[in-house]
């Protein structure tokens, strides 16, 4: 029961191409701060956040400035989540040092890692479930999120109308909600409509026409989403949208036999 068959990590890194696993995968964010994308919604994390991610998901991991983490698949688990959730570390790093410590057993001595790694797939999978547990997000940093997702492709969307809606400080909202999320709640509104931008240039709408992709996702100015595109992509949106052309014609195969590569 809740036994690890894998154990990674990833050194810096920007993008994990979409794909899904037979078992559980959990994520501990080491380094830096990115966003793991689903079919219907995202999960934006940090330093200390686990991402718990159900078998047969279908998901990638994307990154500005690049991430590092752990990363485990294990089976037969106690896990009762039916969706991806996020869940933090405590004050004392209690999940860090079992997620290190599970990756240096599995990639050391085979008898030891016999001896002592379903213990700590027991450890972490009842740590993560008291975690999640008395960890609930702040109400407002909720209502604040789900009104980020549900308007972000809305042009005339005004975040600062909401948030000025709020009887709390301006400065106050956006402190909570980035300690809560990992970003302030204007980058979060620019990273979702940042990646359904790329996700209508990957699924080839409209043949990339990059103007009414940009006013699709809620950005006025086609030029402005450009630079913020290429800010967090490396490359324009004309670019991305030829390379994941070529990638279509030319797939190349992943080298982690834990990952069942999907399309884009």
Same mark, same amino acid.
């Given at each position: ?14 993008? #994990? %191409? ?14 830096? +701060?990115?966003? =793991? ?15 718990? @991610? ?8 994307? +990154?500005?400035?690049? =991430? ?16 991806? #959730?996020? @869940? &933090? ?8 040092? *079992? =997620? %290190?410590? $599970?990756?240096?057993? =599995? +990639? ?5 890692? $016999? ?57 106050? *909202? ?6 809560? #999320? ?14 359904? $931008?790329?996700?209508? *240039? ?19 100015? +086609? *030029? ?20 994941? &052309? ?8 992943? %080298? ?9």
């Amino acid at each position: 029961m809740n036994d690890i068959i894998f154990a990674g990590k990833h050194f810096l890194t920007y993008n #994990v %191409s979409r794909h899904k696993h037979s078992s559980w995968e959990l994520v501990y964010c080491t380094g830096k +701060s990115g966003e =793991f994308v689903f079919e219907d919604f995202s999960l934006p994390y940090g330093v200390g956040d686990i991402v718990v @991610i159900p078998p047969d998901v279908p998901h990638k991991n994307i +990154s500005e400035g690049g =991430f590092t983490n752990i990363h485990l698949n294990i089976v037969e688990t106690t896990l009762a989540f039916r969706q991806p #959730v996020l @869940i &933090r570390d405590d004050v004392n790093h209690s999940l860090l040092h *079992l =997620f %290190s410590n $599970a990756y240096f057993l =599995f +990639s050391g001595d085979p008898e030891r890692r $016999a001896a002592l790694i379903g213990a700590y797939g027991n450890l972490i999978v009842r740590s993560l479930t008291l975690n999640q547990a008395v960890d609930p997000k702040n109400q407002v940093t909720e209502e604040i999120e789900q009104s980020i997702v549900q308007n972000y492709a809305d042009i005339n969307y005004e975040l600062d109308a909401v948030l000025h809606g709020y009887p709390y400080s301006y400065d106050y *909202l956006c402190k909570i909600f980035r300690k809560e #999320v990992g970003m302030t709640p204007h980058k979060y509104l620019t990273s979702l409509r940042l990646q359904a $931008a790329a996700d209508m *240039l990957c699924s080839d709408y409209n043949n990339g026409r990059i103007t009414e992709i940009a006013h699709l996702c809620g950005f006025r100015d +086609s *030029l402005y989403f450009s630079r913020l595109f290429k800010k967090r992509y490396q490359v324009s949106p004309k670019e991305y949208y030829q390379q994941k &052309r070529e990638e279509e014609e030319n797939p190349n195969a992943d %080298s982690d036999s834990q990952k069942i590569i999907l399309p884009e």
